[in-house]
C-alpha cells in the first residue's frame, strides 16, 4: 500500500513539473509590430471576446481553478429571486449565469446582453441545451447604452466578471439603475487585485503570472486577451473605490462581500 502511495505521488509530482515547466515557457512579451494585416482588436471590446469564444468555458474553468460556478452561485443567490422576475444579465458571455438564473425554482425569466456576437451563439447553443429557450433569451449589446430597455423594465440585474471591462463603468451603473425597478436588487460579480491579508501575496503572483500563463496555453496561443485580463483586474478599483462609483451612478444599500480571498468580491445594491 504504501509503495502504491508513494507511486502515485511520484506520478503526480513528475506531472505538477511538467505542467509548471509549460507554464513557464510561455512567453508573454509582446510580438514584434507589424505593418501588415488589419489593426487588432481593443483589449476588452466584444471583438476581443470573439476571438476567444471557443475556448473561453474551458479555460475559466482551469484559471479559477474549478471554482467559477460556486461563485456564480453566490451572485444568483444574492438577487432573491421572485416568482415572475425579470432579470437582466449584462456581460451574459456563454450564459453560464443567465442559465443557472433559469433553473431556479422561482422561473424568472432572464434577458441576456453581452457585446460579443460569438460569445453569444456558444450561449445560446448552451441554453438550447439547457431546455431553457423559452425562459432565456440572448441579445447584442453595451451594458453602457440599454436604450432598447425601458427604465423600469427588470425586477433584478446582476453582471458577472465584466464591469471591469467596461471603458465607462459609471455610465453602466447608470444605465442598470435607470432599467432596473425602484427597489430592485443589482448585484455584480467582479475580481480585484488582492491588496490585505496573508494570502494578497500569493493571489497577486497567481493574477501576474499564473493567471496570463494558463489562458495562453488553454486558449491555442491567445497571448494579447490573457495578458489583458491580468491588467484588467491590476487596473480595477478596491471595493471601497468600486463601491463609491455604485453611488455615484445612483445605486442605494451598497455592499461587498470578498467571495474568494484570491481576489473575488460581490457587490450588492438597490436602486433608489
Known amino acids: 500500500m504504501a509503495k502504491a502511495v508513494s507511486y502515485v505521488c511520484a506520478a503526480f509530482g513528475a506531472v505538477l513539473a511538467l505542467f509548471s ?9 509582446p510580438p514584434p509590430a507589424s505593418s501588415e494585416g488589419s489593426a487588432a482588436a481593443p483589449m476588452g471590446s466584444g471583438a476581443m471576446f470573439d476571438a ?11 484559471i479559477s481553478l474549478g471554482s467559477d460556478e460556486a461563485w ?12 415572475g422576475d425579470l432579470v437582466l444579465d449584462l456581460a451574459t458571455g456563454t450564459a453560464d449565469v443567465a442559465i443557472m438564473l433559469g433553473r431556479q425554482t422561482e422561473a424568472p425569466t432572464v434577458r441576456g446582453v453581452d457585446p460579443s456576437a460569438r460569445m453569444l451563439d456558444h450561449g445560446r447553443e448552451k441554453v438550447a441545451a439547457a431546455g431553457l429557450s423559452s425562459k432565456v433569451s440572448l441579445e447584442l449589446g453595451d451594458a453602457q447604452d440599454l436604450r432598447g430597455h425601458p427604465s423600469s423594465s427588470f425586477g433584478k440585474t446582476c453582471m ?7 471603458p465607462d463603468r459609471v455610465q453602466a451603473l447608470k444605465e442598470m439603475a435607470r432599467v432596473t425597478k425602484a427597489g430592485g436588487l443589482v448585484s455584480i460579480l467582479e475580481f480585484s487585485e488582492p491588496s490585505e491579508g496573508l494570502l494578497a501575496p500569493l493571489a497577486r503572483l497567481f493574477v501576474a503570472h499564473v493567471v496570463p500563463r494558463l489562458g495562453v496555453l488553454m486558449s491555442g496561443g ?47 445594491s438597490v436602486v433608489k
Open 52 to 62: 476567444i469564444a471557443h475556448r473561453y468555458d474551458v479555460t475559466n474553468k482551469v
Open 222 to 268: 491567445a497571448r494579447d486577451e490573457y495578458v489583458h485580463l491580468q491588467n484588467s483586474i491590476k487596473g480595477f478599483p478596491l471595493p471601497a473605490a468600486f463601491e463609491a462609483e455604485m453611488r455615484l451612478a445612483g445605486l442605494g444599500d451598497v455592499k461587498s462581500t470578498m467571495v474568494h480571498p484570491g481576489g473575488v468580491y460581490l457587490y450588492t
Open 21 to 29: 515547466l509549460a507554464l513557464l515557457s510561455v512567453d508573454l512579451s
Open 72 to 83: 456564480r452561485r453566490r451572485l444568483v443567490a444574492s438577487l432573491a429571486l421572485e416568482p
Open 160 to 166: 458577472s466578471f465584466g464591469i471591469r471591462n467596461v
